[in-house]
């Protein structure tokens, strides 16, 4: 159990920034409504058939995929998250936070790497990146980028952006940085509540096949409601995977806006 003490113990820095996205997530996708996105199902076909044979451990046009993903980490709760994803053998992609998070747990860090899941950029501090210029969308992308590979040797590929809103000029600098950028489809608002079991529900009601499920490993219900959610997925027989994965044999391109 995670004690009401343990809970204070957030971040405080972390918790004024993430406010910001629990008023606003509502209007999250819309955030993007007027830029181009693929859907993993998309990215497949795109691939064409001489790709056959490059879909590594899955193939997700046969297999019934879901992604699980985890935003504004690492945090304290993260290293039993990655034992319940050891347990049962699940791949998992992290969109790490850069500052309070990726420089605060290295060794989380590296571990995330070293058990195979998927590293990700979430950006510095977690500002609304179409609120910025250039220049700032580089430095929020670019210090998490250098950040994680001085501590795993790889720079991530992936990024998410907070609330989920891109514009042309975010596109830009994403393609600049190498970085694809990946939305959601599966949402359990996990910043508004601590009920786990209300967090499970809800992304079980939502789950469907090539879903992108987004869950933050920051908050108090969310680990918790982990187990009960693989078990019941894995019952109704989704194979997880990474967000590359989901897009395999294609790769995911820089810049591209990749949404369910």
Not at 57 to 72: E, P
Not at 77 to 103: I, M, S
Not at 247 to 252: D, G, I, K, Q
């Amino acid at each position: 159990m995670v004690s009401k003490k343990s809970v204070v113990r957030r971040t405080a820095s972390t918790a004024a920034v993430l406010a910001v996205a629990a008023v606003t997530l509502a209007l999250t996708l819309g955030g993007c409504s007027s830029m181009d996105t693929t859907s993993p199902k998309s990215a497949r076909d795109d691939a064409g058939s001489e790709a056959d044979g490059k879909f590594g451990s899955v193939d997700c046009r046969k297999a019934k995929c879901i992604a699980l993903t985890f935003d504004a980490g690492p945090g304290e709760d993260t290293p039993q998250l990655l034992d319940t994803l050891k347990k049962e053998k699940v791949p998992a992609t992290f969109f790490l936070l850069g500052k309070n998070h990726v420089l605060k747990y290295p060794d989380v860090v590296r571990r995330i790497a070293r058990e195979g899941h998927e590293v990700a950029n979430h950006t510095w501090t977690h500002q609304v990146l179409t609120d910025l210029d250039a220049d700032e969308i580089r430095e929020e992308l670019g210090r998490t980028q250098d950040a994680i590979k001085k501590i795993t040797g790889r720079k991530p590929v992936l990024m998410r952006p907070p609330q989920g809103r891109v514009d042309d000029e975010v596109t830009k600098v994403s393609k600049e940085l190498g970085l694809s950028q990946v939305l959601w489809s599966v949402t359990a608002k996990d910043y508004k509540t601590t009920d786990s079991e209300l967090i499970k529900k809800r992304v079980l009601d939502q789950a469907g096949q090539d879903g992108i499920i987004l869950l933050h490993d920051i908050y108090a219900g969310t680990v918790p409601a982990v187990p009960g959610i693989i078990a019941e997925l894995k019952k109704r027989g989704y194979t997880f995977v990474t967000v590359p994965q989901l897009l395999a044999p294609a790769e995911p391109k820089p810049g591209e806006v990749y949404r369910p």
